[in-house]
DNA sequence: TTGTAAGCGTTATCAA
DNA sequence: TTGATAACGCTTACAA
């Protein structure tokens, strides 16, 4: 392995002159630039990041922290699919990504402080954002580059750059829709009750059911983790009912496949008995029976505005924090349908 | 940001005293050794990990190569569930990850290059192994501890450490369940012709052919893309031939769904029509109408076992390659059933 | 335009 | 048991 000395020595100038081959600089002239090159290629010598991190103060690479594997698990296309958005950028500026392996709340903790006091990272993307985390405090205590996929907590929301969809605006959209296949009965199946994305959700739909004239019942929310099993869950929960919604509103597809499953198994059809809709269209979505009628968030826009985000955020003078609100489309298939309203027997 | 000296500093001792501190070195008196941890959390102190990394020559972070976008994405829950593994047991170790973010095959092989050269990752696991990618044989010059997921080329097989199933075995296995289901006319979709993978598939599936007595039939294989969109092409193939297969042995859950997809829409029934079995079980697998009857091959293992060996290669002189096979097991499920054999009109 | 030398924050060797 | 000091490989004033 040959070091910056070696290519000095070999082109017969300096280890500083090398340096500045590297760097490019304009001061050193084309002959040697040319010669040093040449050196460099044939011994093929890469620079040590170490050393050069070490004298830099910054690593070009971004971290990913993922949420702890007890909830929200890898299962989930969404991570894969915001993970692809990261990398596409990431690459374009030759950023390397740096993963989270922790599989705790306080593991994750303990790598994110690792990762700013140890200097390993330049800026951190976070992949979740709930209620009572740490991280985020941490990280502006610290004064740390970082952006949040989600909305941040209300407290923090003009100090932290996120990047993040109207979910309320989503979520009302996505009811309305449904309020408008003439559905009164709207069961509403949340995420996590501690991820903001849950609150939002609950607040749109509360107010598509209000501008409706329809009265929120709260015999018709449930919460459960966005996994398939909180979808079947969800669905015994509330169709056990005297009388069950005839349209459900779930947060998330995957949840949703459980959903239709349990539905199935009790003999409903969808969406003849029941529509059923759902957010994030990721690709399972359009596969299932029937396939879901679903919101798409662009989930891999996500991905890239937020490693977009970081970068400037690493770039700047720190604290002009950033907001980017992703749009979302309402994809229509198969899951929902017009309310047929039984006739009352004379 | 505190440094060595700092601590050193306050804590009234020389800086290589505070380094071994940090090691835990037994030649430091345990009054000392207290003091100087007090003073450590006092000031918050984490080591720079690029002074570190720089004189100990190691970095504690494994690189993990994806393969590039072009084929078999991101989509596919194969890789979150590799990652899975490899994360559970890499944070075990306390070592870190690198993501590789590379878009195309060059692009691939210049950052493994860097991640090589300029000594930013111990080891690596490569999540691919195909017949002709330059990085295998690359990273064996550079004697470099790595891991292959998959079977390596054949000239390397004593040579490289890998994780693997036992593709070949588990292809025979399938298809002899679908021979006993009484099929006879059995087509073969494999995935890209150029994964080793897909070349034990078929040899195990033409081994079973081959001792059930039923001849190989050329017009029965079509390769794809291990992606929906391959599958929906591959039966339009497959399908269009006087005499169709009326069963189908398919590479991939996600190709199998789209496979379930193009058949249904063509009016066949599975698994009345024709039967339907695939590799992986992943999650999609159960959830798909109807349930897919796949072998399951443990991907979480394949990835857990991949990060124990690269540690092990890190640790270990170099050169001792190592394989692991990981079992694989028959998730009967409903795309399957008996053939029926019509009577002939008499 | 180039070279010299100091410094980045550690660890390891050698003395004390 | 501890302290000085030289290295690790690079960058960047400052000099030339």
Redesign the interface.
Known sequence: ?STIKDVAKLAGVAPSTVSRVIADSPKISKRTKERVKEIMDEL?Y??????R??VNKE?N?IG?IMPS?SYA???N?F???V??GI??Q??KDK?????S???TEE?IMEEV??MV????VDGIILLYSTTSDPVIPFLLREKFPFVVIGRPPEDYKDVVSYVNNDNVKAAKMLTEYVLLLKHERIGFIGGRKDAYVTLDHKHGYEQALETAGIEVNPMYFVYHDEV?EGGEQAVIELMAQATPPTALVVADDLMA?GVL?MLTSMGYRVPEDISVVSFNNV??SE???PPLTTMDIFIYELGFQAATLVREQIAAPPLAAQARIVGHKLVRRSSTSRRIIKESTP
Chains 1, 2 share one sequence.
């Open positions: 392995m093929g890469y620079p040590n990041v170490h050393a991190n070490l690593t690479v990913v594997a698990p890898f299962q296309p991570f894969p699919e993970l692809r990398t596409a990431a690459n950023y390397g990504l740096y993963l392996t922790g599989q593991g402080k690792e006091y140890s200097r390993r398939f496949l499953r690709l399972m596969l299932s029976a």
